[in-house]
Nanobody, 124 residues
Framework: QVQLVESGGGWTQAGGSLRLSCAAS????????MGWFRQAPGKEREFVSLISWSGGSVNYADSVKGRFTISRDNAKNTAYLQMNSLKPEDTAVYYC?????????????????WGQGTQVTVSS
């Protein structure tokens, strides 16, 4: 069992930065792929980024490539999402999730555990 708690969301102007954290409890964190998804009002939840258990493989949605960076610290059971050059279209609730599928897990059904989400709002 893995429990996930996101933090770091908030409000910023376009061009600003935020860093999301995802703290995990449970002994299996270091063996799980960690992913970030987001859901904007009226839209379906979409994949943002993932990182493999070792940190050796990462993947990003095209919409965030070059602006977002995912990382993890297995010693702290925490995953991060550094978001730079934020745009109004990045406004959404951001969720972290844990998967045993591996570094190809870009679909939400491939994730077993989810956090409660954290709101990110970017104004123009």
């Amino acid at each position: 069992q893995v429990q996930l708690v996101e933090s770091g969301g908030g409000w910023t102007q376009a061009g600003g930065s935020l860093r999301l954290s995802c703290a995990a409890s449970g002994r299996t964190f270091s063996t799980q792929t960690m992913g970030w998804f987001r859901q904007a009002p009226g839209k379906e939840r979409e994949f943002v980024s993932l990182i493999s258990w070792s940190g050796g493989s990462v993947n990003y949605a095209d919409s965030v490539k070059g602006r977002f960076t995912i990382s993890r610290d297995n010693a702290k059971n925490t995953a991060y999402l550094q978001m730079n050059s934020l745009k109004p279209e990045d406004t959404a609730v951001y969720y972290c999730a844990a998967s045993s599928y591996g570094a190809w897990a870009i679909k939400d059904y491939q994730y077993d555990y989810w956090g409660q989400g954290t709101q990110v709002t970017v104004s123009s």
